[in-house]
T-cell receptor
Framework: AQSVAQPEDQVNVAEGNPLTVKCTYS??????LFWYVQYPNRGLQFLLK??????LVKGSYGFEAEFNKSQTSFHLKKPSALVSDSALYFC???????????FGAGTTVTVRA | DGGITQSPKYLFRKEGQNVTLSCEQN?????MYWYRQDPGQGLRLIYY???????QKGDIAEGYSVSREKKESFPLTVTSAQKNPTAFYLC?????????????FGQGTRLTVV
């Protein structure tokens, strides 16, 4: 069975500092990996994805993530956080041989001014 | 504008009643998904569909039913068998064929049992 783990319920950083949100996954085959952000009472907005190719993926709003196959991780990073980055972040995984898309429990990011 | 439309935005149900949540997409996507979101539990997959007239149970399908009679529509029925239906429900779709795209989400339906 495939699964996603986001080990931190909350991440707190000061504005201007680096932001990291952790994600590890488990699939039987090769993974497709995604990061999404959610603002209160809204749907999810796509940030970035790893499908194939370069392990370092760059996405929207200055976010990036690195696919690490040996550690089965796909951590989300931003070099300099903004107060407006405060939101709920979700990591998701699909096995390349299946349509099932599974999400982690989410990490609440708070960036203080 | 292309996108996914969920309706209604808010829904109230009496105990013992079935209710149907609507999800329509005009993105010409093949795959569609239904998720339930509860505080602290992330998104849990209820059902998903790869093509018309085909769908699979997700991780928490008990008490729910779906149909996929048209490519653009994937309605979810919350039956009286679902013991704790109060939650935020999200529908999504993605394109397939070749490399997959990311899933696009609707704005959600908040269901409350009264």
């Amino acid at each position: 069975a495939q699964s996603v783990a986001q080990p931190e319920d909350q991440v707190n950083v000061a504005e201007g500092n680096p932001l990291t949100v952790k994600c590890t996954y488990s699939v039987s085959g090769n993974p497709y990996l995604f990061w999404y952000v959610q603002y209160p009472n809204r749907g999810l907005q796509f940030l970035l994805k790893y499908i194939t190719g370069d392990n370092l993926v760059k996405g929207s709003y200055g976010f990036e993530a690195e696919f690490n196959k040996s550690q089965t991780s796909f951590h989300l990073k931003k070099p300099s956080a903004l107060v407006s980055d405060s939101a709920l972040y979700f990591c998701a995984v699909r096995d390349m041989n299946d349509y099932k898309l599974s999400f982690g429990a989410g990490t609440t990011v708070t960036v203080r001014a | 504008d292309g996108g996914i439309t969920q309706s209604p935005k808010y829904l109230f149900r009496k105990e013992g009643q079935n209710v149907t949540l609507s999800c329509e997409q005009n993105l010409n996507h093949d795959a569609m998904y239904w998720y339930r979101q509860d505080p602290g539990q992330g998104l849990r997959l209820i059902y998903y569909s790869q093509i018309v007239n085909d769908f699979q149970k997700g991780d928490i399908a008990e008490g729910y039913s779906v149909s996929r009679e048209k490519k653009e529509s994937f309605p979810l029925t919350v039956t009286s068998a679902q013991k704790n239906p109060t939650a935020f429900y999200l529908c999504a779709s993605s394109a397939e064929g070749g490399l997959p795209t990311e899933a696009f989400f609707g704005q959600g339906t908040r269901l409350t049992v009264v």
